[in-house]
């Protein structure tokens, strides 16, 4: 079992609609977690942080946390073409300072 | 503020042959971390430094690869003697040493290709 899943893609949705991306996990002592989104060719940027169960906005992007069943997801509202890009998941165990990737789920939008 | 930046860009190189790479990190940040993405792979950790201490190298490969920061500013990663297996992106990332120290800045990344 890895120890982060990410369904790899790709997820394509129309331009408006809201993108929803899911990771699960496997280590039950993690604390904190990530989503990065990279496009071709460069680098992993942080969007969304989330450290405790429920929900934290910021703009069109909501991260859901949901440690009994290790789920965490990312949800993209009103997703445009620039939103295209393979979307991380990465978790830290509590304790360390070290994140395990997921190996990303691609998204499509199209117009 | 500039971000994490890294050179080169791209480096293609022989087997057997020796590669240094380089990342200098944001300002202020302590933290500094090594990461390598293998095609079609996930992202994997290498080395983690805080200023110039090597804080965790359990990613490290093998002996073949060597990690360093001197001054605890930039930091080089040198493989040598290269083998074809080493070929993938290298990604270098920084963090604050205090306050949000778990979120990661990373830098372009070198891509490396041993033939």
């Known amino acids: 079992q890895k120890e982060v899943e990410q369904n790899s893609g790709p997820l394509s949705v129309p331009e408006g609609a809201i993108a929803s991306l899911n990771c699960t996990y496997s280590?039950?002592?993690?604390?904190?977690f990530f989503w990065y989104r990279q496009y071709s060719g460069k680098s992993p940027e942080l969007i969304m942080s989330?450290?405790?169960?429920g929900d934290k906005e910021d703009g069109r992007f909501t991260a859901q946390l949901n440690k009994a069943s290790q789920y965490v997801s990312l949800l993209i509202r009103d997703s445009q073409p620039s939103d295209s890009a393979t979307y991380l998941c990465?978790?830290?165990?509590?304790?360390?300072?070290?994140?395990?990737f997921g190996r990303g789920t691609s998204l499509i939008v199209h117009p | 503020e500039a971000g994490v930046t890294q050179f080169p860009s791209h480096s293609v190189i022989e087997k057997g042959q020796t590669v240094t790479l380089r990342c200098d990190p944001i300002?202020?940040?302590?933290?500094l971390y090594w990461y390598r993405r293998v095609m079609g792979k996930e992202i994997k950790f290498l080395l983690h430094?805080?200023?110039?201490?090597?804080?965790?190298e359990s990613g490290m490969p093998n002996n073949r690869f060597l990690a360093e920061r001197t001054g605890g500013t930039y930091s080089t990663l040198k493989v040598q003697p290269a083998e074809l297996e080493d070929s993938g992106v290298y990604f270098c990332?920084?963090?604050?040493?205090?306050?949000?120290?778990?979120?990661?800045?990373f830098g372009p990344g070198t891509r490396l290709t041993v033939t």
């Open positions: 990332a920084s963090s604050q040493v205090t306050g949000k120290r778990y979120e990661q800045y």
């Open positions: 280590d039950r002592g993690s604390q904190s």
């Open positions: 989330i450290y405790s169960n």
């Open positions: 990465a978790v830290i165990r509590g304790g360390s300072y070290i994140p395990t």
């Open positions: 300002s202020g940040h302590d933290n």
């Open positions: 430094f805080v200023k110039e201490s090597k804080q965790d």
